[in-house]
T-cell receptor, first 119, second 113 residues
Framework: GAVVSQHPSRVICKSGTSVKIECRSL??????MFWYRQFPKKSLMLMAT?????????EQGVEKDKFLINHASLTLSTLTVTSAHPEDSSFYIC???????????????FGPGTRLTVL | GQQLNQSPQSMFIQEGEDVSMNCTSS?????WLWYKQDPGEGPVLLIA?????ELTSNGRLTAQFGITRKDSFLNISASIPSDVGIYFC?????????????FGPGTSLSVIP
């Protein structure tokens, strides 16, 4: 199957700093990328959806000024957690989809996740 | 809002036993998905179901899409230690302008050798 990578896999930062997480589709072009957040022993919750070259669509309750998403190319999306606080500590997972939205049989391939710990 | 329920929440089984878990929704969905997540990793798609009543197998895994389009089950036969993980059901919400995957709360599976 298609491969999606995330970098870094783990990051520890001080409260108030910003952290950038990269999501790359390694062997396919991803028209759409998704960012999820997962707390311990909980399910994945969609934060936002980004289409290459356009603004991200954020889910209700997700602060777009705090979680900046950039999908500058068909193989790279970045999530920047700005002014991070301890409550932002979580497992952040991206996924990438090769087809256009609405193509139900275009599988979303998930990255391995990034563990963020804010001290 | 939309919500999926999975049962059981967790299960401990002996190696070699069969496993069954299910997922229900209060709303109708036309695409049901089953994922497995290993600790510290992203979820991996196991089976996708696109048609009500459909029964699909992937090795020792079998999943069915309920005829009412409000439920699905996943069976694992002859469990082995590497089956350990969290199994999530998910549905595809096509009402939005993008393909939104809604995940269930998960079933944690432990296999005792």
């Amino acid at each position: 199957g298609a491969v999606v990578s995330q970098h870094p896999s783990r990051v520890i930062c001080k409260s108030g700093t910003s952290v950038k997480i990269e999501c790359r589709s390694l062997d396919f072009q991803a028209t759409t990328m998704f960012w999820y957040r997962q707390f311990p022993k909980k399910s994945l919750m969609l934060m936002a959806t980004s289409n290459e070259g356009s603004k991200a669509t954020y889910e209700q309750g997700v602060e777009k000024d705090k979680f900046l998403i950039n999908h500058a190319s068909l193989t790279l999306s970045t999530l920047t957690v700005t002014s991070a606080h301890p409550e932002d500590s979580s497992f952040y997972i991206c996924s990438a989809q090769s087809g256009l939205a609405g193509s139900i049989r275009d599988e979303q391939f998930f990255g391995p996740g990034t563990r963020l710990t804010v001290l | 809002g939309q919500q999926l329920n999975q049962s059981p929440q967790s299960m401990f089984i002996q190696e070699g036993e069969d496993v069954s878990m299910n997922c229900t929704s209060s709303s109708i969905f036309n695409t049901w998905l089953w994922y497995k997540q290993d600790p510290g990793e992203g979820p991996v798609l196991l089976i996708a179901l696109y048609k009500a009543g459909e029964l699909t197998s992937n090795g020792r895994l079998t999943a069915q899409f309920g005829i009412t389009r409000k439920d699905s089950f996943l069976n694992i036969s002859a469990s082995i230690p590497s089956d350990v993980g969290i199994y999530f059901c998910a549905v595809l919400d096509l009402k939005t302008s993008y393909d939104k995957v809604i995940f269930g709360p998960g079933t944690s599976l432990s296999v005792i050798p």
